[in-house]
């Protein structure tokens, strides 16, 4: 008879200790209840440090299935985003024929061609809301500063979670607006006058868009930072800080009366 441990293999009557403990935890099933006492057996094989390790491969094999989902579904998000873009332009593109058929002629097959326009349309707005609610499981810190939508344009522009958790403020503030950043520092290589965007995705936030010209570099810095400091949690801890949010809101509401 054979049981899995968390800590190795009792076979035929004989203890096998795991080489990967955190390995045998994942493995560790058996289907009829144990003849013996997991933690008497433990207890004699590590001493009074069993529960310590116990603790401790619990603590790394969460982490890891923890790590493994992330990295899932923000691709699954990610994934989301690219064909939300390439069902809006197909829709828009569409759009245009349609009006182009309807001036010709009204026909039953436009009338489908319509009918099919407004289900693509419909799916879109089934897939926004399925990339809400991954943001608002995956980062919700990120989601709570910027929103969902903007989150997961970010995610999208970085490729991942981790590497957003990894980018500094400074990069994070000009994500999206890579071609004119590399242009204008271009042209200030060659001596000549630019103008460096202070601003990318996060610019479609109302909290940046809303305020004066000369005050959005200010509260554009501000919110990447936070975003920086939002994206390690979510990545790292996937705990809620509402005390980040409520900081940008507190700057932009100082930038909105100065």
């Known amino acids: 008879m054979e049981y899995r441990l968390w800590f190795g293999k009792f076979v035929n009557d004989r203890f096998e200790k795991a080489d990967d403990l955190r390995k045998s935890f994942s493995e560790s099933c058996n289907s009829a209840p144990l ?16 529960y310590r390790i116990l603790r401790r491969v619990a603590i790394e094999v969460a982490e890891e299935h923890v790590e493994r989902e992330l990295k899932r579904e923000d691709r699954y998000v990610i994934s989301l985003v690219r064909t939300l873009d390439e069902i809006a332009n197909t829709a828009n593109l569409l759009d245009e024929r349609l009006r182009e058929l309807k001036e010709i002629k009204n026909s039953q097959l436009v009338e489908m061609f319509e009918e099919k326009l407004i289900e693509l349309k419909s799916l879109r707005g089934d897939i926004e809301k399925e990339i809400e609610d991954v943001m608002r499981k995956i ?6 500063i910027v929103g969902e939508k903007i989150g997961a344009r970010l995610l999208e522009k970085a490729g991942s979670l981790e590497k957003l958790a ?3 403020s400074s990069t994070i503030q000009v994500i999206g607006a890579e071609k004119s950043l590399f242009k ?3 042209r200030i290589r060659k001596g000549k006058k630019a103008k460096v965007p202070k601003h990318g995705v996060i610019f479609q936030h109302p909290f940046i868009k809303t ?18 400091i939002a994206a390690k949690i979510d990545y790292f801890r996937g705990e809620l800080d509402e005390s980040l949010s409520e900081e940008v809101w507190r700057r932009y ?5 100065s």
């Open 35 to 50: 003849p013996f006492s997991v933690s008497d057996i433990g207890k004699e094989i590590f001493g009074d440090d069993y």
């Open 139 to 144: 980062a919700p810190n990120l989601s709570e």
């Open 166 to 168: 990894n980018y500094p």
């Open 184 to 186: 204008a520092l271009s």
């Open 211 to 228: 305020l004066p010209k000369k005050k959005r570099g200010k509260m554009a810095r501000f919110m990447a930072n936070k975003i920086a």
């Open 253 to 257: 509401e100082q930038l909105s009366r």
